[in-house]
């Protein structure tokens, strides 16, 4: 067995959860207005406190700097 077999489970399961975050950021915050989008934030604050695997809680660090206003 390869490094590469053992990481492409973790490669897909990272961007699967990746494409569901931004499916979910994006289409809040393309239906909202500027007072909703703030609420961003505090969505992928909560979610990264929720969140056990580092690589996710990276992620979602990353999406709350994003819609730090």
């Given at each position: 067995m390869k490094?590469?077999?053992m990481?492409?489970?973790?490669?897909v399961?990272?961007?699967g959860f990746i494409a569901h975050v931004d499916e979910e950021f994006?289409?809040?915050?393309s239906e909202s207005?500027?007072?909703e989008?703030?609420?961003?934030?505090?969505?992928?604050v909560e979610w990264?406190?929720?969140e056990q695997e580092p690589l996710?809680?990276?992620?979602l660090r990353a999406v709350q700097k994003v819609f730090s206003f």
């Open positions: 490094l590469i077999d990481l492409d489970p973790l490669r399961e990272m961007e994006l289409s809040i915050f207005s500027l007072g989008e703030m609420l961003l934030y505090d969505k992928a990264e406190r929720l996710k809680k990276a992620y």
